[in-house]
């Protein structure tokens, strides 16, 4: 017998948990409890690069940029809490013509969407960009001037605060166990029980687990990704976050250091910070010499919430269980955004513009695949 009933339980207090709690209670639903297995912000959100770009290939991820560039534009003056927007651009690179050709295909598609400020750019003028970019073997890339990067979990304390002063309330080390339908409501069995009328699963690549027993099987999956905080570098130097699509060469700004990578879909076994590194400085004598000995400060691990067509799973399970989780690793950009589309779905009055049918989680495949996930494409 559940001790305690609610309105809607929020499973996951990521930046999609956090951003759902306070998007519902927007929408006038006044009965929310959020749970967080360990605190807010501890999943990919806490480990996010916290990259926020307009370039994606398909309209639906070029939409959600959209409004997730409004959200972390906006969200200071918004939420009257320190969410530092760094607008320091977003920089894509290749050196094989197909990769290329897909670069172009998509700014041209952002553009007609109306995001016009997206630059196709050949080598010099990469160059002009970023100075301490090496050519060889580069025929070109795009370039996102106004793109930037945020620190995901400042959006998360945000929002929940925000949240809060709604009247949400919320819960953190409560690890929902097991789901089970009573018929008219959802018992979530976790230190205590409780009964909820509406469930919301935000359980980043977590979520397979719980909605299994459903007979939804989901591709998401937890891939860690190796990176490290450098020392001082590139002084008064401009660094939009930089991926080299063909090697997964990945620099962006940490204060006056970088973060560096190098990024797979799937890692090579054995991969490491050792590897990464090792692979890191090889890659840097030709596409950034002045990095190959940079001195490392940190290394940093968290797992992405990867797998699946590039785009996420959100939408009704079965009456009542509601879920948004497997951004493909862009989920601090896109999470606030699906998060307000989901709480609008919920409360039965979905938004007349985007419709987010296509991200249904029982979809087979056959959509478009958004192929822009920032890792190496070879
Ligand atoms: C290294 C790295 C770099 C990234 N770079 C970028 C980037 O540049 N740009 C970008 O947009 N995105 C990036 N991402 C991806 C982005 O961070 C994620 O897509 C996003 O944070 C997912 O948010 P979420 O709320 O869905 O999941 P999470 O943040 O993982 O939150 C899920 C939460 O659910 C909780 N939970 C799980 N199971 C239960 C349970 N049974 N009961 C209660 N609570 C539970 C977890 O503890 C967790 O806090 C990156 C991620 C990583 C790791």
Redesign the pocket.
């Known amino acids: 017998m559940a001790k305690e009933r609610v309105g809607v339980a929020i ?7 956090c951003a759902l709690a306070y998007y519902l209670a927007v929408e006038g639903e006044s009965d929310i409890l959020l ?4 605190e ?13 770009r307009q370039q994606f290939s398909t309209p639906l991820e070029v939409e959600l940029s959209r409004r997730g560039l409004e959200f972390w534009r906006t969200a200071e003056r918004r939420f009257g809490a320190p969410v530092p927007w760094h607008e320091d651009g977003y920089l894509f690179v290749t050196g094989q013509p197909a990769i290329m050709a897909g670069l172009e295909a998509a700014a041209e598609l952002q553009r007609s969407l109306g995001l016009t400020d997206v630059h196709v750019l050949g080598p010099e003028q990469i160059q002009e960009v970023v100075p301490w970019i090496g050519l060889t073997g580069l025929l070109g890339g795009t370039y996102t001037p106004r793109d930037g ?1 945020v620190t ?1 979990t400042d959006g998360v304390a945000a929002l929940v605060r925000a949240a809060r002063a709604r009247g949400v309330r919320h819960r953190e080390h ?4 097991r789901l089970e339908s009573t018929g008219a409501t959802w018992r979530l069995l ?1 230190p205590d029980v409780l009964e909820a009328e509406q469930v919301a699963l ?5 979520t397979g687990d ?1 909605v299994r027993p459903f007979g939804l099987e989901l591709p998401i999956r937890p891939v860690p ?1 190796y ?1 490290a905080i450098t020392a001082p570098a590139l002084p008064g130097m401009r660094v939009p ?1 930089t991926l080299d699509l063909d090697t997964g060469f990945l620099v962006e700004r940490e204060g006056a250091g970088l973060v560096i990578a190098v990024i797979y879909e799937e890692n090579p076994p054995g991969y490491g910070h050792a590897r990464m590194l090792e692979e890191f400085a090889e890659l840097a004598r030709v596409r950034a010499p002045s990095l190959a000995d940079t001195r490392i400060a940190r290394h ?1 691990v ?4 990867m797998g699946g067509d590039g785009h996420p799973y959100v939408g009704e399970i079965a009456p009542g269980l509601w879920m ?2 497997g ?9 606030p955004p699906v998060a307000e589309l989901l709480a609008k779905a919920m409360v039965g009055r979905p938004d007349p513009v985007l419709d987010i049918g296509s991200l249904d989680p029982w979809r087979t495949t056959g959509g478009q695949v958004e192929w822009m996930v ?1 890792a190496r494409k070879s």
């Open positions: 499973i996951g207090g990521g930046i999609v948990g749970l967080e297995a360990e807010f912000g501890s999943g990919a959100t806490g480990g996010s690069f916290g990259g926020v990067r995901p409560w690890r929902v166990q976790g935000c359980t980043g690549y977590w719980l990704l990176s976050l940093v968290a797992n992405v919430d948004a989780a951004f493909g690793g862009h989920g601090a950009m896109h999470g920032a």
